[in-house]
């Protein structure tokens, strides 16, 4: 089993950066690939970014290049996602996902993680 705990989201006005942080606990080593998706009300949850830890490839989706990014630290068993410039479009529930095995999906794709954090709520708004 693993356990994924975000935090760092918050509320920020139009223009500001976050950090938001996914610490994973349990069985760690089995994971080759990490995820963040949102959930807006009224929306279906989609991807923000992906990282295939092995080998350090990272995707984010085109509404969030060039403004987040995603990076690991795998000494602390921990994925982050930076985000500058936020837009108020950003505002939403953030969640962490893991997933492990040799199957592959699109990194965007909720079916390529096995395991999910509770989320945090990032909101942005002047």
């Known amino acids: 089993q693993v356990q994924l705990v975000e935090s760092g989201g918050g509320s920020v006005q139009p223009g500001g950066s976050l950090r938001l942080s996914c610490a994973a606990s349990?069985?760690?080593?089995?994971?080759?690939?990490m995820g963040w998706f949102r959930q807006a009300p009224g929306k279906e949850r989609e991807g923000v970014a992906g990282?295939?830890?092995?080998?350090?490839?990272?995707y984010h989706a085109d509404s969030v290049k060039g403004r987040f990014t995603i990076s690991q630290d795998n000494a602390k068993n921990t994925v982050y996602l930076q985000m500058n410039s936020l837009k108020p479009e950003d505002t939403a529930m953030y969640y962490c996902?893991?997933?492990?095995?040799?199957?592959?999906?699109?990194?965007?794709?909720?079916?390529?993680?096995?395991?999910w954090g509770q989320g945090t709520q990032v909101t942005v708004s002047s």
């Open positions: 996902a893991a997933g492990y095995g040799g199957t592959w999906y699109a990194w965007d794709e909720r079916k390529n993680y096995n395991y």
């Open positions: 349990g069985s760690t080593y089995m994971l080759n690939r």
């Open positions: 990282i295939y830890t092995v080998d350090v490839m990272t």
